[in-house]
């Protein structure tokens, strides 16, 4: 029976680390093909209220899929943990487990962290860029203004 409970925690530990890979991965490409989307929304002025609306529309999106992406990752680092404190019990018992160091639970901790942490960043990056994009649009000089300048400059 304890072998039968020793591989369930194992599979189950398993398919935690493929959800949160996916978890990551999807975030990751979410906000990289949103950066370049809200790039592009961002500097367009044709009817500037629409793509307003649209670049808000991305910018909640982008906040909806990145809290879910990372209430998933904290979620997963929790039952991560259970598992391994469950495993860590049952070597315990079994006197074994001066084979596992206890400290990986510190260290799958803060590698659930920097997930966070890179997603956050692509989120940010996502969001920032587009709107200073969008804010220094207009009060960019236009190729006109620059070649008279730097025809004032040759002269």
């Known amino acids: 029976m304890l072998e039968q409970v020793h591989q369930h ?10 959800t949160d890979t996916i978890f990551v991965v999807t975030a990751v490409f979410f906000n990289l093909i949103l950066l370049g989307v809200n790039w592009i929304v961002a ?9 307003d609306f649209v670049l808000t529309i991305f910018i909640a999106l982008t906040l909806l899929v990145n809290g879910l992406a990372i209430a998933a990752l ?7 943990n ?9 070597y315990r018992d079994n006197n074994v487990d001066r084979y596992y160091d206890a400290s990986l639970l510190t260290n799958y901790s803060k590698r659930y962290l920097l997930f ?10 996502s969001i920032i860029v ?5 804010i220094f649009r207009n009060q960019t000089p236009n190729q006109k203004q620059i070649n008279n300048t ?3 400059i040759k002269q």
């Open 9 to 18: 925690i194992i599979n189950e530990l398993q398919q935690s680390a493929r």
């Open 74 to 80: 904290y979620t997963g680092n929790g039952t991560r």
């Open 130 to 134: 587009p709107l200073v994009i969008r």
């Open 43 to 51: 500097g367009e002025s044709k009817n500037k209220s629409v793509y």
């Open 150 to 152: 730097w025809g004032e």
């Open 82 to 90: 259970k598992l391994l404190q469950g495993l860590l019990s049952m």
């Open 116 to 125: 966070i942490g890179v997603i956050l960043c692509l989120a940010i990056t």
